[in-house]
């Protein structure tokens, strides 16, 4: 008896240990292959995001017309939603379990009878299909066809003239970074002011690079701006001047942390990361 | 006698009858082609030419002219290289209204879906509203066409090259983009025989939209030394917005600079990236410098003007000067 007590009592304090991350986790799977021909570059237009709002159009105007009782719209948008849902569910194959024809099916048939309570308790059934496959989803294709990959990006560097990827720019400006930064720590300031010169150019060439997606300069002196300016400017100041001082020195390291590599990689870096371990040849 | 005399009268008369006749139509066709009725007129209409054709269609009379536009930038602004790469196989949204515009009329237009191999060809900037546009009223059978003043304005070309349109506004000059990228010559409209003798020649615009050169003579380096610094000074004298210039391209101009000692080694260099993109452009009539420490002893400086434009990645040489202490 004591044992069985003592078994109960430890599975149960595993499984408390462990549901509770598990209901948190989340895997990030790269979407299926089929649905990049609903995306550009492979589609003119983005065919799957237009689908999802012809069924959230014809879905919410049946809630509409019943509020509004308006009855012929309610039966259009119904039959509509569920032509929309039988297209959708055909679309990519390796997802067609998360649809279920007969939900929408039902609800169509809740919907007209017009009872606006009969519609709105079938709805949870399809409803509930689209939110698994969010759930599931939503994040995996908004980060494999809403962000641009950086991977494809390449960049001239400015010091070698050399077209090289994106990543491996990122390496350079690093290492640019650190020689100013070393030196500076070493006292050796005439080198940090020859790195500086370097560093600042792979810096600035970020703003060409923002230039290949974004079209506003707004955006662009967003990440590569005029606190970027005024940094660089007091570094330079203090490396050329007799005495360097190394409070005005490290304040604008941090100045160009904040508002020049900081503000990208906060918006891009995430995203970027997922793309990056989709990227990566499968482990064998 | 009296024979030879008739037929030498009729020879004559129908002669004088025949040049009367030209004189006429070539007076109501230039000066005054609203006297011609209609229905007249409706008879000589070629239909195919208001649905919007491909250029090969236009060239059917504007021969000059196409040759020209298919020499240009814009007859290749869908199909360049560059332009797929940079636009990664044309997906970027930012780039279709420009690259494949539906109708040029003075701001940013909408990216059409037919054609698109034309790139910003014909239509696109003459095809309004059902009729054809231009910087002259003209009698011109295959297709009514309007004078639009707009044609000779830099706003015109202001609809896509925004940015550029801004720095041109901020200088004052007069010239406008058309007097410098689309330079006037006179000649004749359309080259169909017949039509185009009875056309007088205009002043028309370069369709091959040039780029222009920048020399030595746009762009002025002063150079002066102190005891630690070598200072450089650079002006754009002479174009009327920023150079380079771009709202979305990135041309660039590098300044390469080398310094050396005594012995004539080279003890150090610097370059500078002169582009729209990292908002170092040289603007019009204003000096920008730049200013570099000397690290070691230097004697001599070579400096070095490069221009790289968007769609190449070969720079030409603009000026090199070397200065001594």
Redesign the interface.
């Known amino acids: 008896m004591k044992f069985f007590r003592n078994l109960f009592i430890t599975i149960a304090f595993v499984l408390f240990a462990v549901f509770p991350v598990q209901a948190k986790d989340m895997i990030v799977k790269e979407p299926p292959k089929s649905l990049s021909k609903y995306y550009?570059?492979e589609s003119k237009q983005p065919k799957w995001i237009q689908q999802m709002h012809k069924m959230s159009a014809h879905f919410g105007g049946v809630f509409v017309n019943l509020k509004e009782k308006d009855f012929e719209n309610v039966d259009k948008h119904a039959d509509k939603l569920v032509e929309e849902y039988k297209k959708t569910s055909e679309m990519v194959p390796e997802w067609e379990e998360y649809f279920d024809i007969k939900a929408a099916e039902t609800f169509a048939a809740a919907a007209k009878t017009h009872d606006i309570g009969k519609a709105g308790k079938a709805s949870g059934g399809l409803g509930k299909t689209c939110g698994k496959c969010h759930a599931e989803n939503e994040v995996s294709v908004w980060a494999k066809f809403h962000w641009p990959s950086f991977h494809?990006i390449n960049v001239t560097d400015?010091?070698s003239e050399k077209e090289i990827e994106f990543d491996d720019y990122m390496g350079s400006i690093s290492s640019s970074f650190k020689g100013v930064t070393v030196n500076f720590g070493e006292g050796q300031y005439?080198r940090a002011?020859?790195a500086l010169?370097i560093f600042k150019?792979r810096f600035?060439?970020l703003?060409?690079t923002?230039?290949?997606?974004h079209?506003t300069q707004d955006v662009?002196r967003f990440y590569v701006g005029p606190d970027a300016d005024t940094a660089f400017a007091g570094l330079r100041q203090e490396l050329?001047s007799e005495k360097p001082n190394p409070g005005k020195f490290w304040k604008n390291i941090g100045l160009l942390g904040k508002t020049g590599c900081k503000h990208c990689h906060l918006v891009h870096r995430t995203n970027s990361l997922i793309q990056e371990m989709w990227e990566q040849p499968e482990k064998e | 006698m009296k024979r030879s005399s008739r037929i030498f009268d009729l020879v004559v008369g129908a002669g004088l009858v025949a040049i009367s006749g030209i004189s006429i139509l070539y007076f109501l066709i230039n000066e005054r082609f609203e006297w011609i009725p209609d229905i007249a007129l409706e008879l000589a209409r070629d239909p195919e030419i208001l649905k919007r054709p491909a250029a090969k269609k236009c060239s059917e009379c504007h021969k000059d002219i196409f040759e020209a536009w298919k020499k240009s930038r814009h007859s290749i602004s869908w199909t360049s290289e560059t332009f797929i790469e940079v636009s990664e196989n044309r997906s970027k949204e930012k780039c279709l209204p420009c690259h494949i515009p539906q109708s040029v009329q003075g701001e940013k237009p909408s990216p059409r879906m037919e054609l698109r191999d034309e790139g910003i060809y014909c239509v696109s900037c003459h095809f309004i509203d059902n009729k054809m546009h231009g910087p002259y009223d003209l009698l011109a059978p295959p297709h009514p066409t309007f004078r639009n003043p707009d044609y000779v304005r830099s706003d015109f070309c202001g609809s896509c090259h925004q940015k550029t349109l801004k720095e041109w506004k901020a200088t004052q000059v007069e010239d406008t983009c058309q007097d410098c990228h689309m330079p006037r010559k006179k000649g004749r409209l359309t080259q169909k025989a017949g039509l185009n003798l009875l056309h007088k020649k205009r002043w028309l615009g370069d369709h091959r939209f040039l780029h222009g050169k920048i020399t030595e003579k746009d762009v002025i380096l002063e150079t002066s030394w102190e005891e630690k610094f070598f200072n450089i000074s650079l002006t754009n004298q002479t174009i009327p917005h920023f150079v380079p210039t771009a709202d979305n391209g990135d041309p660039r101009l590098y300044l390469y600079i080398k310094f050396f000692n005594e012995a004539g080694e080279e003890v150090d260099s610097a370059k500078e990236i002169i582009a729209p993109q990292q908002e170092t452009a040289l603007p019009y009539n204003k000096k920008i410098n730049y200013r570099y420490r000397l690290f070691d002893p230097v004697e001599k400086a070579t400096v070095e003007l490069k221009y790289q434009p968007a769609w190449s990645k070969e720079k030409t040489q603009i000026l090199a000067k070397t200065v001594s202490r």
């Open positions: 550009p570059p494809k400015p010091i005439d002011a020859k010169k150019s600035m060439e703003k060409s923002c230039s290949k997606c079209a662009k050329n």
